[in-house]
């Protein structure tokens, strides 16, 4: 009980086969591709994030070093008052700092 198998199904069968083949070779070049772009892409997020945490302690050092900074220039003492003129006025703010040295 052998089905008979015209020659235009024969044909088509073979069409169908080649077809698939062909997308299955599509797949395999698409699923490559995929695989090498999420390797690149991980390769990234892993560079970004170590640049990320790097820029992180850089901002924390350079914040550190503005509030020092800050600091003693708020705790700098300041001439009492203010001179009338410019001569006056730097040797008020000499004065000043010498005694911030001691």
Do not use: C
């Not at 772009?37 to 850089?58: F, I, K, M, W």
């Not at 020092?68 to 730097?90: F, I, L, N, Y």
């Amino acid at each position: 009980n052998r089905a008979v198998v015209s020659n235009p199904d024969i044909e088509e069968l073979k069409e169908l086969k080649e077809q698939m083949k062909a997308l299955q070779e599509e797949l395999k070049q698409r699923e490559d591709r995929w695989s090498a772009a999420h390797g690149q892409l991980t390769s990234q997020v892993v560079a970004l994030t170590r640049e990320n945490v790097e820029l992180r302690d850089e901002l924390k050092v350079s914040e550190k070093h503005r509030q020092e900074a800050w600091r003693s220039h708020d705790m700098t003492p300041r001439p009492s008052r203010k001179a009338d003129t410019p001569v006056r006025e730097h040797f008020i703010i000499r004065l000043s700092s010498r005694q911030a040295e001691s």
